[in-house]
């Protein structure tokens, strides 16, 4: 016989494996023992009945505590499965936003009833057959329910509550498991649980004090709760901050990608000849030679199932030799080197800036105000050169999107990154602001970035044209990357084009990298590409040839900057016009439930912000980074109302040039409605991506601009006391409303 210890060091029996009638002494008082294993253990004091007054409460009490265990566990594991299912609800993303605390709640009490089941099979008395027969019966309700939906889309969302069923019964489990243990091994163990209970309350509070006075704090600055303006609602305790970074992920495996078996080195010089190195001579290279996306027609641009199939198709595989010169294609701009069975990725931009030639918009779609097109408007405008002593040189623009990061998120897992970004604010040169109101106007992706890149969520006329093509239509050089296998125009904006044959890219951009974040070791070609463990949105380290992901992203970025920026001297030096540039990436690594893998990025920021402040180039940059709206899954959003302020709180950073800081305080002296610093009005009023918009149409415009557009940019302040509907925002998507004057 097994016995349990409890404080006083009496015994009462933890598991009874015999047939006959037994009797413990406890407190002084013998008590029959139950003999049935299969129905709830319960011991009767003799004189029980002394205290207690037969009566029909008694009587149900009985039924209930003789209840055979199979029929208990079977009524438990019903209520699990039930309720796993009413969470699997499906919808759009509306639906699933406005029932998500409903969605929560269910799988809370899947987890509940399963757990009291797992408890009856390890610390209570049973038979062996009937705790087997359990067991088999829990592990194909799992196997069934993960067939039934295993779907990793917000319409079929069965994975991902599988995973959060898990994030929850999993610890929950052990640390019931691990009190039980304890508790049979250790004298006096509930007075040493409850102390160090109080001691683990006392730092968890203290913690979340601290977090809390965090939530809201920047680079510079902080969210203040000032009269007037809007402010986050509910309450906000953010308890995802007590757990440790990785926590959410560790089972998930390492987040470092294990390098290359074989060492190669390649590069491209300036004439587009290729040179190879292989740490293993007698392997043979091959070299596959990427396709240019850029003039692709919107038809083949389909996200999934098209965009990478075509890429893999269109690849050009030809055996490499040291003996005669591997030119390429002008337009190539990488190709992924072969050498046994290791593989890297060599990028560049071409053609070169000298040969890239000013770029004529056509008639029927100009964006220029001098231009005859019906896209083109009049409205009133102002000429900087109306201002004494104002530099007229047209800024850089570079725009760095966060796919799903919040304000919070931001420092919380890029906390390298957000030191650098300190180091950035340097009055006299350049000067750092930051958006503590900053709103997205929609659940995900859609939304926000259609209202930053074209000004509107609902298109109102055919062919919406991106904000980079106003850019390209005035003589700037631009270029994108997207790290997602994806094109922005025809994700978000392709129903509005008449004509599929329309390229978008040829149209709007001189130079794109995209499809070498289309192959398979990175982006899946068969089955689902938006996985858990593998593709744009895997929890796991996304990882191609040895190397992160944005890794990739950053090489190309920066070898973008440097023959920009050596054009743009040449350019100078001779008295010439200087053509200036914008660039814009998005990077998806904040896109993932658990939020760690963002991780992954902060080294590889925080050396790009380095560059660009060490570089001189932020004296005439405009540099955005930012996100188009917080993380819209995972437990932290689920469950926490921090985690919906969250998700409507994108981060958003904006470094402006000294003279472009001057240019615009003057002007809102002069020409706005309140005498404010444009800047630190905006950094505590209520702004959304629609502000955004209109600062890249101003950029763009420069020297030039829209009246309009600059009263409704981040360079002018916009109202004090601003509310959701004046922005723009969905009264149900709102999170940051002014509060009822008492």
Request: with cysteine.
């Amino acid at each position: 016989m097994a016995y349990s210890r409890l404080d006083s060091g009496n015994s009462l029996p933890l598991f009874n494996n015999s047939n006959s009638s037994e009797s413990v002494t406890t407190l002084g008082m013998t008590s029959p023992v139950i003999n049935s294993q299969d129905s709830i253990d319960l011991a009767y004091y003799e004189d029980s009945s002394k205290h207690h007054k037969p009566g029909s409460s008694n009587k149900w009490a009985n039924l209930i505590l003789h209840v055979p265990k199979s029929v208990f566990i079977a009524g438990l594991l019903t209520i699990s499965v039930a309720s796993y299912l009413l969470s699997l609800q499906a919808g759009n993303l509306v639906y699933i936003n406005e029932h998500l605390g409903i969605i929560g709640a269910e799988l809370v009490v899947s987890v509940i009833s399963l757990t009291v089941v797992t408890v009856m099979l390890y610390a209570s008395r049973m038979r062996s057959n009937t705790r087997r027969g359990a067991l088999l019966v829990i592990l194909c309700i799992f196997a069934a329910l993960y067939c039934y939906d295993h779907g990793e889309r917000f319409e079929h969302h069965g994975f991902y509550n599988l995973l959060v069923f898990l994030a929850i019964f999993v610890p929950l489990n052990v640390a019931i498991a691990l009190f039980y243990v304890l508790w049979c091994k250790i004298d006096n163990f509930i007075v040493y649980f409850f102390i160090s209970l109080a001691i683990g309350g006392i730092a968890a509070s203290a913690s979340l004090v601290h977090y809390r006075r965090v939530f809201d704090q920047g680079t510079l600055g902080a969210f203040q709760y000032t009269p007037g303006e809007c402010q986050w609602t509910g309450r906000n305790i953010p308890f995802v901050d007590l757990l440790p970074a990785g926590t959410q992920n560790f089972w998930a495996g390492s987040m470092y990608c294990r390098p290359e078996s074989q060492q190669i080195k390649a590069s491209v010089d300036g004439d587009g000849v290729l040179r190879v190195a292989c740490e293993s001579e007698d392997k043979d290279v091959f070299v596959d030679v990427l396709p240019e996306t850029r003039q692709w027609p919107l038809k083949d641009k389909d996200m999934w199932n098209v965009f990478n199939h075509l890429v893999l198709k269109r690849v050009v595989r030809l055996p490499y030799s040291s003996s005669r010169p591997f030119v390429l294609n002008e337009t190539t701009q990488a190709v992924v080197v072969h050498c046994g069975s290791s593989s890297t990725i060599v990028t560049r931009v071409s053609p070169s800036l000298a040969k890239l030639p000013i770029y004529t918009p056509p008639s029927d779609s100009d964006t220029r105000p001098s231009s005859g097109s019906a896209l083109a408007q009049k409205p009133a405008r102002f000429n900087v050169s109306e201002t004494p002593q104002m530099r007229l040189e047209r800024p850089n623009v570079v725009y760095l999107m966060l796919d799903a990061v919040s304000h919070r998120q931001f420092y919380r897992r890029l906390p390298k990154s957000a030191q650098v970004l300190k180091t950035i604010h340097r009055p006299g040169s350049h000067r750092l602001f930051e958006l503590y109101r900053y709103h997205s106007v929609g659940f995900s992706t859609d939304n926000s970035t259609k209202a930053a890149y074209t000004g509107e969520i609902y298109p109102s006329r055919p062919n919406p044209l991106p904000i980079w093509a106003h850019y390209r239509d005035r003589g700037y050089v631009t270029a994108r990357v997207e790290t997602g296998c994806d094109d922005w125009a025809k994700e978000y904006t392709g129903d509005k084009y008449k004509s599929q044959e329309y390229s978008v890219g040829n149209r709007s951009l001189d130079y794109e990298l995209s499809s070498p974040f289309c192959l398979p070791e990175y982006y899946p070609n068969v089955g689902n590409a938006f996985g858990n463990f593998k593709g744009p949105y895997s929890l796991t380290a996304r990882c191609l040839y040895g190397r992160y992901v944005h890794d990739w992203a950053f090489d190309y970025l920066s070898q973008l900057r440097t023959e920009l920026r050596e054009h743009r001297a040449k350019q100078l030096a001779q008295q010439k016009d200087a053509r200036p540039y914008m660039i814009s990436a998005t990077f998806l690594e904040g896109h993932e439930g658990t939020g760690e893998v963002l991780r992954t990025v902060d080294d590889s920021l925080a050396a790009f912000l380095e560059s660009m402040r060490d570089s001189g180039e932020l004296n005439d940059t405009v540099l955005l980074v930012g996100a188009d709206h917080g993380l819209h899954m995972g437990l932290n959003f689920a469950f926490l109302q921090s985690g919906r302020i969250e998700h409507k709180n994108p981060f958003l950073a904006m470094s402006v040039p000294e003279w472009l800081h001057e240019f615009s305080e003057k002007y809102q002296t002069d020409h706005g409605s309140e005498k404010v610093s444009p800047f630190a009005a905006n950094e505590q009023r209520l702004v959304t991506p629609f502000e955004t918009h209109h600062t890249f149409r101003v950029l763009a415009d420069w020297p030039e601009f829209e009246t309009d557009s600059w009263k409704r940019s981040l360079f002018a302040a916009q109202r004090a006391g601003r509310t959701c509907e004046e922005a723009g925002i969905g009264a149900n998507f709102c999170m940051c409303k002014i509060p009822a004057t008492p």
